[in-house]
């Protein structure tokens, strides 16, 4: 039997990493660095309600106004709770510029630009929701979705840039709030008409969605194996629309464009978990396309596992193939119309 090639972080070797070429950044959690013991990943209760993510543009008052109690609630707990706002953004720092190493490795943990892309994140939204909902005591809370590949959801989602609620993020580039289209496939502004980049970017979903991610691969990105050194090469959808709208999120006044322009501050502007559950429903669109043919089998991607605190402050240890099923996860996606499976080029 061939060794497993699982990847997973030790934990217990939290150290500073680069942020940014030339900044090294220190998101470990300081003072809790040493994990208690864990527990090993249990299902919701089948019988708790569904939690239905649903468009950002179609959310009501009292939606938001749930939510931005919540998320002040979070952003004021002490920073020694791991429910605390700074220590949820600062997961996704952790597990992203390499600030631990991997289990029985001297490697750093890198989840971006491999196969672990996908279920890295959708673990991450999904303890990050389920603590929003029990801190309003809300057990059907679902998480906004960001849904930028159709036309009604082109613009950042008007409750992000209302100064008066918690969603507000000083750290963006201004000049792309409403009524400015987001570029799917952004590199620097190139000032199309709205209906240009309307087209472009159903095109460029399509190419994405649909013609360039024919392959496992291609849509998953690569395959990443402990003892293997890091693969470094992202699925379609992780290049681009994730990150190009990451970088067109952040400011144009930082030299990353942070927060959202680089992943060590990215979680830290709370329109990232918005964007996340967009990625998170299109992976779901991906292998539906495919009537799952294409869901990689590989024993060493399945076992990949990584540690999170849950909403009762539990350190529970999750594995890829226990996130691949998304109703026994507890939640759903509404469902949102596809424009772009028509746009061939
Ligand atoms: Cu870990 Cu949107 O990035």
């Known amino acids: 039997k061939a060794a497993s090639k699982v990847i997973g972080p030790n934990l217990t070797a939290c150290h500073p990493s680069y942020g940014r070429p030339d900044l090294l950044v220190y998101c470990c959690p300081a003072g809790f660095e040493t994990p208690g013991p864990f527990v090993d990943f249990q299902f919701p209760d089948p019988k708790s309600p569904l939690r239905v993510r649903r468009p950002a543009h179609l959310l009501d008052e009292n939606y938001i106004a749930k939510y931005n109690k919540a998320l002040s609630i979070m952003k004021s707990l002490p920073y020694d709770d791991p429910r605390n706002f700074v220590r949820q953004a600062n997961l996704h720092c952790l597990f992203c510029t390499g600030a631990y190493e991997q289990q029985n490795s001297d490697t750093p943990l890198n989840i971006h630009r491999t196969w672990l892309f996908f279920p890295w994140h959708r673990m ?51 000049s792309h709030f409403p009524p400015q289209m987001a570029d799917l496939n952004y590199v620097s502004d190139r000032n199309l008409s709205p209906e240009d980049q309307l087209d472009t970017n159903l095109a460029f979903m399509y190419s994405q969605m649909v013609s360039g991610a024919r392959k496992t691969e291609l849509f998953m990105g690569c395959t990443y194996k402990a003892n293997e050194g890091y693969c470094n090469a992202p699925g379609t959808v992780e290049s681009a629309p994730h990150n190009t709208l990451h970088t067109w999120i952040g400011s144009n006044l930082n030299p990353g464009r942070e927060d959202m322009g680089k992943f060590y501050s990215a979680a830290k502007d709370p329109i990232f978990y918005a964007h996340h559950s967009n990625i998170d429903r299109l992976w779901e669109v991906w292998r539906e396309i495919h009537n799952h043919q294409l869901d990689i089998k590989d024993p060493d991607w399945l076992d990949s596992f990584c540690l999170f605190y849950d909403e009762n402050l539990k350190l529970v240890k999750i594995k890829v193939r226990d996130v691949l099923d998304i109703t026994k996860l507890g939640y759903s996606y509404e469902e949102v119309d596809r424009p772009w499976l028509e746009k061939r080029p």
């Open 124 to 174: 991450m939204i999904y303890f990050h929701e389920r603590i929003i909902g029990s801190l309003v005591g809300d057990d059907t809370f679902a998480l906004p979705v960001w849904t930028w590949d159709i036309p009604e959801g082109m613009m950042i989602p008007d409750f992000y840039v209302n100064r008066s609620l918690t969603f507000f993020h000083s750290e963006r580039d201004f």
